[in-house]
């Protein structure tokens, strides 16, 4: 065999085994049915690779607004989850009740676990291993509970949320990790008992349950 064949074979051999690389790096990933059941005090919207997927059907307006949510959902693998989270607060001094006897410094807590609709394949839950920003803290001096004027005396730390937070591709590895909450500590109520929850689903929050009043909190799933 010629020596400019044997060099045109290898060529030939070459390209096709780029295109086929290429064309596998291309291929879509295939969408799935997947559902998602949240309990949260007091709000949350649902993120799912970056897109929008759900909220709390009860406003953040809502003073005592404790219910469950079953959000359905198409995405696919790896699935990016992404929560909004809030506390009621009646202003930026993040304080609740203001001008009655209940005047006071709230506390949130939230728990989601999501499944493949169809196969109820087991997904991800909240727990240790997502990552949270803390958006809004307040009051940063609780002292203040007790002034007739919070708005004013009360200080706050507040943030715009980071750019493409909710995307597969935002790095998060200078997040902190969630901090682990029990049913006590949170005083789950309303809704949150009309859900089985898996074993692994757990209340999540920021690292201190009063003072952090609006968190993003991210997780991304495998599938495997």
């Given at each position: 065999?010629?020596?400019?064949?044997?060099?045109?074979?290898?060529?030939?051999?070459?390209?096709?085994?780029?295109?086929?690389?290429?064309?596998?790096?291309?291929?879509?990933?295939?969408?799935?049915?997947?559902?998602?059941?949240?309990?949260?005090?007091?709000?949350?919207?649902?993120?799912?690779?970056?897109?929008?997927?759900?909220?709390?059907?009860?406003?953040?307006?809502?003073?005592?607004?404790?219910?469950?949510?079953?959000?359905?959902?198409?995405?696919?693998?790896?699935?990016?989850?992404?929560?909004?989270?809030?506390d009621?607060?009646a202003?930026?001094?993040?304080?609740?009740?203001?001008?009655?006897?209940?005047?006071?410094?709230?506390?949130?807590?939230?728990?989601?676990?999501?499944?493949?609709?169809?196969?109820?394949?087991?997904?991800?839950?909240?727990?240790?291993?997502?990552?949270?920003?803390?958006?809004?803290?307040?009051?940063?001096?609780?002292?203040?509970?007790?002034?007739?004027?919070?708005?004013?005396?009360?200080?706050?730390?507040?943030?715009?949320?980071?750019?493409?937070?909710?995307?597969?591709?935002?790095?998060?590895?200078?997040?902190?990790?969630?901090?682990?909450?029990?049913?006590?500590?949170?005083?789950?109520?309303?809704?949150?008992?009309?859900?089985?929850?898996?074993?692994?689903?757990?209340?999540?929050?920021?690292?201190?349950l009063?003072?952090?009043?609006?968190?993003?909190?991210?997780?991304?799933?495998?599938?495997?």
């Open positions: 065999m010629k020596k400019s064949r044997v060099l045109g074979l290898l060529l030939v051999a070459v390209l096709s085994v780029g295109t086929t690389t290429v064309a596998s790096a291309t291929t879509k990933a295939k969408a799935l049915s997947f559902t998602a059941e949240v309990w949260a005090d007091n709000w949350f919207a649902l993120y799912a690779n970056g897109k929008k997927v759900g909220e709390d059907s009860v406003s953040i307006t809502t003073e005592r607004s404790f219910n469950s949510e079953v959000i359905t959902f198409t995405a696919s693998y790896p699935l990016t989850l992404g929560l909004v989270a809030k009621y607060i202003n930026d001094s993040g304080l609740e009740y203001i001008g009655s006897p209940r005047q006071q410094i709230g506390d949130g807590g939230i728990i989601a676990q999501v499944r493949e609709s169809k196969s109820g394949k087991f997904v991800a839950a909240t727990g240790p291993k997502w990552r949270t920003l803390v958006i809004h803290k307040a009051p940063l001096n609780q002292e203040c509970v007790t002034s007739s004027n919070p708005t004013m005396d009360c200080k706050f730390e507040k943030s715009a949320e980071p750019k493409g937070w909710s995307a597969s591709t935002f790095k998060d590895t200078k997040w902190p990790l969630a901090t682990v909450y029990t049913e006590e500590a949170v005083g789950v109520k309303d809704g949150y008992n009309s859900i089985k929850w898996n074993s692994s689903a757990k209340l999540i929050w920021g690292s201190d009063k003072l952090d009043n609006t968190i993003l909190m991210r997780y991304i799933a495998t599938g495997k």
